[in-house]
């Protein structure tokens, strides 16, 4: 077993948008977003690797790494995950599990990297049995696990799944030794005045359905699902959202200021938090930035507790390790006039960049004429 200390999280977006399955629930494809390329990397993987290294970020991360299409689709992302890698990270690839020839790519790592690499399957059922794919996916998931990597299976709980629960569960029983975890599926349109779920079932029935598999992960974002977070938060400082296309890092999701780390290897990072100025409606992806530390709420549920099914040994012992602490616990907190500093200062970038918008739209309507 590897001892492994996560400094920092890092939820990476590979903008890849062609995907071989076409799900109903898919945000992008409910956002109209798909144009089914590939995304273009302004860098190598190599550049990539020199510029997340463990001196620079501070010590031993890790980086979930996801498309908005098929994320292995992209010929580079498991060269880019090799190279986080070498120095010393771990790394989680959302995949559909489809793309058997990408996984066999896992035979040119080592078994060191191969201990700190994490697979999360989506079982896309009826995509998988509409182009008789489902053997292929489960193969797949096996050919993972017997390479010595670690893994997770969910599903989308939405209606059309409704009728066939108990299948999924058995099958699933059946070939990887647990039912799978369920993340809960939002209704991605602008128009709606809060975030609600893709259902035309109650929220009570929706919920009722997904807490049939007993699932922490399901169970967890349940609990963080529209509530506004108020607290101090130290995503900026523990935390952040890079684009591995280009190198943009934001500290979370509403922060409206990047940095292009990718352009200097050598330039230092800056790391603050973004206190109490969170833009979004609630923690949009709780069971990644909240379950691993991004506030300090004394909450004991980890990233591998909400995940693993331990009957079954979906995480080997290095990831369950690393993955079972906490970021608080590796990064120290900041005291009340430390914090209200740093409140203070993100305030003045979100106003700055509010008042440069308002003077931005109506400059290019007035260019637009001309």
């Given amino acids: 077993m590897q001892e492994i200390h996560v400094k920092r999280f890092f939820e990476c977006l590979i903008p890849v948008t062609l995907c071989n399955l076409k799900c109903s629930y898919c945000y992008v494809i409910q956002r109209d977003y798909r144009n089914m390329k590939l995304a273009e990397l302004r860098y190598t993987p190599e550049h990539i690797g020199k510029c997340l290294t463990k001196e620079r970020l501070g010590g031993e991360c890790f980086f979930s790494i996801c498309g908005a299409g ?149 169970d967890y974002t349940i609990e963080n699902f529209n509530v506004k977070r108020n607290e101090f938060c130290y995503a900026g400082q523990r935390s952040g959202t890079l684009n591995l296309a280009d190198g943009t890092l934001h500290k979370c999701y509403a922060d409206p200021k990047p940095q292009r780390i990718f352009d200097d290897p050598c330039k230092p990072i800056v790391f603050e938090p973004i206190g109490m100025n969170c833009g979004c409606a609630f923690c949009l992806n709780s069971s990644h930035f909240m379950s691993q530390g991004v506030i300090d709420n004394g909450d004991k549920r980890t990233y591998c507790s909400l995940r693993d099914r331990p009957e079954a040994g979906w ?45 931005a739209r109506p400059m290019k309507k007035i260019i637009g004429r001309k």
């Fill in 70 to 218: 098929e994320t292995l689709a992209q010929p580079e992302t498991l060269r880019i995950a090799k190279e986080l890698l070498k120095n010393g990270h771990i790394v989680n690839i959302t995949t559909n599990g489809t793309l058997k020839n990408r996984f066999q790519e896992l035979e040119n790592f080592t078994q060191e990297e191969k201990e700190r690499l994490h697979f999360s399957f989506s079982l896309h059922y009826l995509e998988l049995k509409r182009l008789n794919l489902l053997e292929t996916f489960f193969e797949n998931v096996l050919f993972v696990k017997k390479q010595g990597c670690s893994f997770i299976v969910q599903i989308n709980l939405c209606d059309e799944y409704i009728p066939y629960l108990d299948e999924i569960k058995s099958i699933c029983e059946s070939r990887i030794g647990a039912w799978p975890q369920v993340a809960a599926t939002r209704r991605e349109n602008s128009n709606l005045t809060k975030i609600e779920f893709l259902t035309e079932l109650s929220d009570e029935e929706y919920i009722a359905r997904g807490r049939e598999f007993n699932s922490p992960l399901f």
């Fill in 315 to 359: 995480f080997n012992e290095t990831m369950r390790t690393a993955l079972s602490g906490k970021l608080w616990d590796t990064n120290p907190s900041l005291n009340l006039s430390e914090q209200e500093r740093f409140n203070r200062k993100q305030r003045q970038v979100i106003f700055y960049y509010k008042v440069r918008g308002a003077i």
